[in-house]
């Protein structure tokens, strides 16, 4: 770990990024410019996927790196403020081997030069309104963005819209209107659809209504996994990490493990027809 961190820091040094200190298991950074962060980092994951392929499987650890832009105070060596705060948050929050980062960084990036993800609002603790996030895609082969749609064709039907979603796991089944949205599917009494299995977080993912549609949003630490079903029977599923999705018609959803596991715990959920369009997915190729 010792190791690993130094040469964090000597990455971020040769982008001009100053080492304010270690803690840990991390390392804690600042730039003249978001631009020059994000440039660091991209090149940390890069590389780091590269090393990784050289080291035995049980000393592999993936980089989780959160970037933020804004005023910050330094005092007696340390520095202060909302911008190292939210950083800090953003790590926490990014899957392994994922770089979060602020609209403010966002605007820094000449135009075209870093392919990103707009992650939408996200709740970040310690913050009273929603921050909106984007995801840097920093792999290498990434060359653009494809919008892929489900196998379904789109499911439309006249004068009508979302309404309710029925969820049943086992011999539990819960119906919840458009008003009694946003819910949590998770492990504690806290979730309003509550999966007791050891792969689930404690609140593992939510379901709200946003602009007519049915949105699935993964919150978890392992992750969620999406699947519809059509008239040619069901689809390829989609891996949603700290991801979203519009859940439409029926199908499953795979709580901490992939549906292609028969042990995953799975949630069959049906919605009621509307004008709602399939399910589409920004992916990197």
């Avoid at 959160?66 to 911008?83: I, N, P």
């Avoid at 946003?182 to 007791?196: E, K, M, Y």
């Amino acid at each position: 770990m010792t190791r690993l961190t130094q040469w964090i820091g000597g990455v971020c040094q040769a982008h001009g990024g100053r080492v304010v200190k270690s803690l840990g298991d991390g390392v804690f950074a600042i730039f003249t410019s978001g631009a020059a962060a994000t440039h660091a980092v991209i090149e940390l994951q890069r590389y780091h996927q590269k090393r990784l392929l050289a080291w035995p499987a049980p000393l592999r650890m993936a980089l989780q790196i959160g970037v933020a832009s804004g005023e910050v105070v330094e005092v007696e060596g340390d520095c202060y403020g909302d911008a190292v705060n939210l950083a800090s948050r953003l790590s926490d929050l990014a899957g392994p081997g994922q770089i979060w980062v602020t609209a403010a960084v966002i605007s820094q990036l000449r135009e075209g030069s870093v392919q990103h993800r707009d992650l939408g609002l996200i709740n970040i603790r310690g913050r009273s309104e929603m921050s909106v996030v984007h995801r840097i895609d920093w792999q290498e082969d990434v060359t653009s963005f494809l919008t892929v749609p489900a196998a379904l064709a789109p499911l439309r039907m006249p004068d009508s819209s979302f309404g309710q979603i029925e969820l049943a796991w086992l011999d539990v089944r819960s119906m919840f209107r458009t008003e009694e949205l946003p819910i949590h599917l998770g492990r504690v009494d806290d979730a309003q659809f509550v999966v007791n299995d050891p792969r689930v977080s404690r609140l593992h993912a939510r379901i709200e209504l946003r602009q007519g549609s049915c949105v699935l949003i993964d919150v978890s630490t392992y992750g969620t996994w999406v699947r519809f079903h059509g008239n040619d029977g069901p689809s390829t599923e989609i891996a949603l990490r700290r991801e979203e999705c519009v859940l439409h018609g029926r199908g499953e959803i795979g709580l901490g493990a992939p549906l292609s596991d028969f042990s995953a715990p799975t949630i069959a959920f049906n919605t009621s027809s509307g004008d709602v369009m399939l399910s589409r997915r920004e992916i990197a190729r």
